[in-house]
Antibody, heavy 120, light 111 residues
Framework: QVQLQESGPGLVKPSQTLSLTCTVSGGSISSVSYYWSWIRQPAGKGLEWIGRIYISGSTNYNPSLKSRVTISVDTSKNQFSLKLSSVTAADTAVYYC????????????WGQGTLVTVSS | QSALTQPASVSGSPGQSITISCTGTSSDVGDYNYVSWYQQHPGKAPKLMIYDVSNRPSGVSNRFSGSKSGNTASLTISGLQAEDEADYYCSSYTTSSTHVVFGGGTKLTVL
């Protein structure tokens, strides 16, 4: 059974960089069949796709966040990571990592989510 | 404003059927059969209920079904049960650079 688990600081100061890691267990992050995504959800609001990475290292980002986002992968640790720079209160949200099936834009496994609050 | 349009809320009584609509454009829902639906209970991660318009992942009840007509996709839940009360989100492949778009979500209340 594949499991994803987010980890990282729950509180980030404005203008700093939010950093989260997603650890994948029960399956290999190196599989050619999947993309690995970050999705966020502000309290009481809908889902927003942040970006994704493929095992080749190829990335795609939401244009609205592209200038501030970096997603990377560490195959030796079966992990992928998110960095979001210059954060503001608007970046406060629950952040999820998720597995996307082969470019078909549906996510079959999700992490439990981690709340990141941007506040001084 | 979400790229896909869903009703904010729907409701139904136990045993009834309800349908949630998800309207997009020819750049997403209309031209591609990569529409999916997610169920989200409070404080929980979304759960995939339907993918590729009408396919159910293993373990998802056959009370959940999906369809599409033109630019609008639909999720139907038959034989409503109390545990179906949740938020439901649609999403779709899109040719825009956002790669995937979500609906704003629909709150289902089981009366």
């Amino acid at each position: 059974q594949v499991q994803l688990q987010e980890s990282g600081p729950g509180l980030v100061k404005p203008s700093q960089t939010l950093s989260l890691t997603c650890t994948v267990s029960g399956g290999s992050i190196s599989s050619v069949s999947y993309y690995w995504s970050w999705i966020r959800q502000p309290a009481g609001k809908g889902l927003e796709w942040i970006g994704r990475i493929y095992i080749s290292g190829s990335t795609n980002y939401n244009p609205s966040l592209k200038s501030r986002v970096t997603i990377s992968v560490d195959t030796s640790k079966n992990q992928f990571s998110l960095k979001l720079s210059s954060v503001t209160a608007a970046d406060t949200a629950v952040y999820y990592c998720a597995r996307e099936i082969g470019g078909r834009r549906h996510f079959d496994y999700w992490g439990q989510g981690t709340l990141v609050t941007v506040s001084s | 404003q979400s790229a896909l349009t869903q009703p904010a809320s729907v409701s139904g009584s136990p045993g009834q059927s309800i349908t949630i609509s998800c309207t997009g454009t020819s750049s997403d829902v209309g031209d591609y059969n990569y529409v999916s639906w997610y169920q989200q209970h409070p404080g929980k991660a979304p759960k995939l209920m339907i993918y590729d318009v009408s396919n159910r992942p293993s373990g998802v009840s056959n009370r959940f079904s999906g369809s599409k007509s033109g630019n609008t996709a639909s999720l139907t839940i038959s034989g409503l049960q109390a545990e179906d009360e949740a938020d439901y989100y649609c999403s779709s492949y899109t040719t825009s650079s956002t790669h995937v778009v979500f609906g704003g979500g629909t709150k289902l209340t089981v009366l």
